[in-house]
């Protein structure tokens, strides 16, 4: 959603490094590129004067001038104007004191709504709350049926008196402000905690929209009324939230379909015009695509510093706990990393989302958001298919698939055997760093790492010892070469009693910290 607006501002910031001081045309170059970034990314223009001003009057204070490096001190200053427009900080839905707590839903037809009941139902049930999603929109035709389907997906219960329309040339025949009523006292009969009315929209802003959305709210007076707005629709989302805010006063903004393409100003604008706070973003089709809205986390993201937190919260959820500690065993006792124990690591990355949503949350993303565009997400699926082509065997000892081994596991998971030897390949270059980093020799090609390629394990790293230079006298030369030779003719004298010298009975095989298991070879 933001790439255009992203590459625009890193690459202003890029024309401030190695500058140890700027300068007042320096900081006016620098906020004339980022008020051109947010106009073409489509921000409102009163929104685009005021963060302008603010940035430039910071950029000029003693902030800047005081600081060590000019540029990063500016880089944190949009970061921070950043947050402060698209919120400041992270609201939360407010929880009524005596249940059910009631959330209705606002919006223009086609922004998501009812798509979006269902994503909020699932997300406060794995909250721990017990939703009930009612189905006002009387009027949009299979409006009834889709919240229904969402509802079974989700595995939250849908309330549906009245089926509404199912196409459109009927006309709606029923009550959607006594539904919404009805939907309530179901809810307080039924225990659930929570409801989410899902109202009617319009193609347009009328005041039948109005009323009838000011007449839901009037009979059930919500704790939370979020306005879903389609953050593709550009500077129209600015009139549009300001309509709703005066007709029905929503509290909370919910932006959708943020996974797509478009310049993304109305995300930038929304909060900063109507005062009301995002608390809630789409980010795809799927019902897991939904997430609580973040402010500070989005300016990172829009800066390229990435999204760290987000994906740890991801991790934390979808990642099984009993898998990442029997890895963590087999890790610290230096057990070899199969192909099984790969298989299941890429069933755990599966489990968080999209691989490019996950790499694009790291920091410096951008410079390789080419590579991730070319990403082939069925490419997990191929490598599966390689793995679980092979036998038991074949993947705890990799090392005995031979050429006829490897064109069956190809012939059977339907790719090339070149495919295969990539595959095999990879998995040893995995294995041989596993087992580096599990004897405590840091990760190999990382420098200052122990490790073929590191600086401890190099051949830059560590020098043969220098000989002896000979003798230029002939006699002494040859008498230093014979005792050269006694001395390596020697018996090597140890005294008895133990393997590793002089014999002690006092002697603890543990004081070695040997590897687990080879107290065997020390016998007493």
């Given at each position: 959603?933001?790439n255009?607006?992203s590459?625009?501002?890193?690459?202003?910031?890029?024309?401030?490094?190695?500058?140890?001081?700027?300068?007042?045309a320096?900081?006016d170059a620098?906020?004339?590129?980022?008020?051109?970034?947010?106009?073409?990314a489509?921000?409102?223009?009163?929104?685009?004067?005021?963060?302008?001003a603010k940035?430039r009057?910071?950029?000029?204070?003693?902030?800047?001038?005081?600081?060590?490096n000019?540029?990063?001190q500016?880089?944190?200053?949009v970061?921070e104007?950043?947050?402060?427009?698209l919120?400041?900080?992270?609201r939360?839905?407010n929880l009524?004191?005596?249940?059910?707590t009631?959330?209705m839903?606002?919006?223009?037809?086609?922004a998501?709504k009812?798509?979006?009941?269902?994503k909020?139902?699932?997300?406060?049930?794995?909250?721990?709350?017990?939703?009930?999603?009612?189905?006002?929109?009387l009027?949009?035709?299979n409006?009834v049926?889709q919240?229904?389907?969402?509802?079974?997906?989700?595995?939250?219960?849908?309330?549906?008196?009245?089926?509404g329309?199912?196409?459109e040339?009927?006309?709606?025949?029923g009550?959607?402000?006594?539904?919404?009523r009805?939907?309530v006292?179901?809810?307080?009969?039924?225990?659930?905690?929570?409801?989410?009315?899902d109202?009617?929209g319009?193609?347009?802003?009328?005041a039948e929209?109005?009323?009838q959305?000011?007449?839901i709210r009037?009979?059930i007076?919500?704790?939370?009324v979020?306005?879903?707005?389609?953050?593709?629709?550009?500077?129209?989302a600015v009139?549009?939230?300001?309509?709703?805010n005066?007709?029905v006063?929503?509290?909370?903004?919910?932006?959708?379909?943020l996974d797509?393409?478009?310049?993304?100003?109305a995300?930038?604008?929304?909060a900063?015009?109507?005062?009301?706070?995002?608390m809630?973003?789409?980010?795809?089709e799927?019902l897991?695509?939904?997430?609580l809205?973040?402010p500070?986390?989005?300016?990172s993201?829009?800066?390229?510093?990435?999204?760290?937190?987000?994906?740890?919260?991801?991790?934390?959820?979808n990642?099984d706990?009993?898998?990442?500690?029997?890895?963590?065993r087999?890790?610290?006792?230096?057990e070899?990393?199969?192909?099984?124990?790969?298989?299941?690591?890429?069933?755990?990355?599966?489990?968080?989302?999209?691989?490019?949503?996950?790499?694009?949350?790291?920091?410096?993303?951008?410079?390789?958001?080419?590579?991730?565009?070319?990403f082939?997400?069925?490419?997990i699926?191929?490598?599966?298919?390689?793995?679980?082509?092979m036998?038991?065997?074949?993947?705890?000892?990799?090392?005995?698939?031979n050429?006829s081994?490897?064109a069956r596991?190809?012939?059977?998971?339907?790719?090339?055997?070149?495919?295969?030897?990539g595959?095999?390949e990879?998995?040893g270059?995995?294995q041989?760093?596993?087992?580096?980093?599990a004897?405590?020799?840091?990760i190999?090609?990382?420098?200052?790492?122990?490790?073929?390629g590191?600086?401890k394990?190099?051949?830059?790293g560590?020098q043969?010892?220098k000989?002896?230079?000979?003798?230029g006298?002939p006699a002494?030369a040859a008498?230093?070469?014979?005792?050269?030779?006694e001395r390596?003719?020697?018996?090597?004298?140890?005294?008895?009693?133990?393997?590793?010298?002089?014999?002690?009975?006092?002697?603890?095989?543990a004081?070695?910290n040997?590897?687990?298991?080879?107290?065997?070879?020390?016998?007493?």
């Amino acid at each position: 959603m933001f790439n255009s607006l992203s590459d625009r501002l890193t690459a202003t910031f890029k024309n401030l490094r190695g500058k140890g001081r700027l300068s007042e045309a320096d900081v006016d170059a620098t906020v004339r590129e980022i008020r051109r970034a947010l106009l073409d990314a489509d921000v409102a223009v009163p929104v685009v004067r005021e963060f302008t001003a603010k940035v430039r009057e910071r950029a000029l204070g003693a902030e800047v001038n005081e600081a060590l490096n000019p540029a990063q001190q500016i880089v944190k200053i949009v970061n921070e104007e950043l947050v402060a427009i698209l919120g400041g900080e992270t609201r939360r839905i407010n929880l009524a004191k005596n249940p059910p707590t009631v959330i209705m839903l606002a919006g223009l037809q086609g922004a998501g709504k009812t798509t979006l009941a269902g994503k909020l139902s699932k997300w406060l049930k794995a909250q721990g709350h017990s939703p009930l999603l009612v189905a006002a929109d009387l009027q949009r035709p299979n409006a009834v049926k889709q919240l229904q389907v969402n509802g079974e997906r989700a595995g939250v219960p849908v309330f549906a008196p009245h089926p509404g329309v199912s196409s459109e040339f009927e006309s709606a025949t029923g009550d959607p402000v006594a539904v919404a009523r009805a939907g309530v006292a179901e809810a307080k009969s039924k225990l659930h905690d929570v409801v989410i009315v899902d109202t009617a929209g319009r193609l347009g802003i009328d005041a039948e929209l109005m009323k009838q959305a000011a007449d839901i709210r009037a009979a059930i007076n919500p704790d939370e009324v979020l306005f879903v707005i389609d953050a593709m629709i550009g500077q129209d989302a600015v009139t549009t939230a300001q309509a709703f805010n005066e007709g029905v006063n929503f509290t909370g903004v919910v932006l959708s379909k943020l996974d797509g393409d478009a310049r993304g100003g109305a995300a930038l604008s929304v909060a900063s015009i109507t005062g009301k706070p995002v608390m809630f973003a789409s980010t795809g089709e799927s019902l897991d695509d939904f997430e609580l809205f973040h402010p500070d986390r989005m300016a990172s993201r829009i800066l390229d510093m990435g999204d760290v937190l987000t994906l740890i919260e991801q991790a934390e959820k979808n990642w099984d706990k009993g898998e990442a500690e029997r890895m963590a065993r087999k890790f610290a006792d230096q057990e070899d990393f199969t192909l099984d124990d790969f298989l299941s690591q890429m069933q755990q990355i599966r489990k968080m989302g999209s691989m490019k949503k996950m790499l694009m949350m790291m920091p410096g993303a951008a410079n390789i958001r080419q590579q991730l565009e070319n990403f082939d997400e069925r490419e997990i699926d191929r490598v599966e298919a390689i793995v679980r082509s092979m036998t038991p065997h074949e993947r705890v000892a990799p090392k005995i698939i031979n050429g006829s081994r490897r064109a069956r596991i190809a012939k059977g998971s339907g790719v090339h055997v070149s495919e295969v030897n990539g595959l095999l390949e990879r998995f040893g270059q995995a294995q041989k760093m596993m087992k580096k980093m599990a004897q405590g020799g840091g990760i190999p090609g990382m420098p200052g790492m122990a490790g073929p390629g590191g600086f401890k394990g190099s051949r830059k790293g560590k020098q043969a010892p220098k000989k002896k230079a000979r003798s230029g006298n002939p006699a002494k030369a040859a008498a230093e070469l014979r005792a050269a030779e006694e001395r390596a003719n020697a018996p090597k004298s140890l005294p008895t009693g133990a393997a590793f010298g002089a014999a002690n009975e006092d002697f603890d095989p543990a004081s070695l910290n040997l590897p687990k298991g080879f107290e065997k070879f020390l016998g007493k």
